[in-house]
Every structure is written in C-alpha cells, then in structure tokens.
C-alpha cells in the first residue's frame, strides 16, 4: 500500500504542476528548481534514517556468526520436524500426542535434546514404524504405541522444564530490577 500512496502523490503532483505551469508560465522555472531542492533534501533524509550498518570487520564477522547460527537452528527444525511428520505418515498420532508435539515444536523445546532425538530416539522409532508396517501391523502395535507415549513424555517433561527455566529467569530478572531500584532511591 505505500507504493501506491507515494504513485498517488507523485501524480496529484504531476497534476499540480501542470496546472500551474498552464496558468502561470512564468513561474514553472522557479517551481522546477523548487521541486529539485525538496527532492534532493528527501533524499538526504531518507538516506541517513537507514539502518545501522557499520562497515567493521568484527561487525560483519558477528553477523556471519549470527546468520550461521540461524541457519544451524533452522535445518535443525526442519530435520526434527521431518522426523515427526514421517512418523505421523506412517503411523500417527493421537489427538493429546499432536497437541502435544505441536506445542514441542512450536516453543522448539528441544534444544538440549535435540542430539538424543534425531540421531537416537526418531530414528528408532521410524525403523520400528517402517519394520511394523511390513509386517502389517502384527504383534508390534503395542510397543510403537509404547514408545510413542515416552516420547510425548519426554516432549512434556522438556516443555515442562523449559517453562520453569523462563519463570525462573523471569523471576530473577523482576528481582535484579527491584534491587536496581531500591539502590537509585
């Protein structure tokens, strides 16, 4: 929508001009060197209101970290959500054990975990849905299930945990500040 604001005004002064122009001649020389100044002091506005971007070395190195360690998240994401939603294809989920999972993914709780879960207890899981599934089912049901309840177990109890560590922080934030406070009085 601003695009289309700043099209609008760019006409309606086009059109301004022209009007200008068609009853007072004389005046369109002083009207263009007018036009020419506020478009060059908009400019140099607008040019100084950028972002903060220094030109450092060190600057530019600590945003390679930091993209680096954004991208690192997100494959980590990606792979951990991989896993879930190739289990919920070939097996499923019960409607607690979804919420569950979604919330796990959701807060991407699984940072401490996240080394046991994809290379230990996901692919276990999926090896035992897949070794199920050409068996059709028989005589397995009952420990995929099994395992699959752990695992939204350990989902809870990390959320759970997770919670606890924000309050926490929380908590000793509030108590920093009050102190911080009683201190300037």
Same mark, same amino acid.
């Given at each position: 929508?601003?695009?289309?604001?700043?099209?609008?005004?760019?006409?309606?002064?086009?059109?301004?001009?022209?009007?200008?122009?068609?009853?007072?001649?004389?005046?369109?020389?002083?009207?263009?060197?007018?036009?020419?100044?506020?478009?060059?002091?908009?400019?140099?506005?607008?040019?100084?209101?950028?972002?903060?971007?220094? %030109?450092? =070395?060190?600057? =530019?190195?600590?945003? =390679?970290?930091? %993209?680096?360690?954004?991208?690192?998240?997100?494959?980590?994401?990606?792979?951990?959500?991989?896993?879930?939603?190739?289990?919920?294809?070939?097996?499923?989920?019960?409607?607690?054990?979804?919420?569950?999972?979604?919330?796990?993914?959701?807060?991407?709780?699984?940072?401490?975990?996240?080394?046991?879960?994809?290379?230990?207890?996901?692919?276990?899981?999926?090896?035992? @849905?897949?070794?199920?599934?050409?068996?059709?089912?028989?005589?397995?049901?009952?420990? @995929?299930?099994?395992?699959?309840?752990?695992?939204?177990?350990?989902?809870?109890?990390?959320?759970?945990?997770? =919670?606890?560590?924000?309050?926490?922080?929380?908590? @000793?934030?509030?108590? @920093?500040?009050?102190?911080?406070?009683?201190?300037?009085?």
């Amino acid at each position: 929508m601003p695009a289309t604001a700043e099209l609008l005004s760019f006409l309606i002064g086009i059109f301004a001009a022209a009007l200008l122009g068609s009853f007072f001649p004389a005046w369109m020389p002083w009207i263009a060197i007018l036009s020419l100044l506020l478009a060059a002091a908009l400019w140099w506005s607008r040019r100084k209101s950028g972002k903060f971007a220094p %030109k450092s =070395k060190a600057f =530019k190195e600590m945003q =390679k970290i930091r %993209k680096k360690q954004e991208r690192i998240a997100e494959d980590k994401h990606h792979h951990i959500n991989d896993q879930i939603d190739y289990i919920e294809s070939r097996w499923g989920y019960t409607q607690e054990q979804k919420r569950v999972i979604d919330r796990f993914l959701r807060q991407r709780a699984y940072t401490q975990m996240y080394n046991r879960l994809s290379a230990s207890l996901l692919p276990q899981l999926i090896a035992l @849905v897949d070794h199920c599934n050409q068996r059709e089912q028989k005589g397995c049901k009952r420990e @995929v299930s099994r395992r699959i309840r752990e695992l939204t177990l350990l989902m809870k109890e990390e959320l759970r945990r997770k =919670k606890s560590q924000s309050e926490e922080s929380f908590e @000793v934030t509030l108590e @920093v500040y009050d102190h911080l406070l009683r201190d300037g009085k």
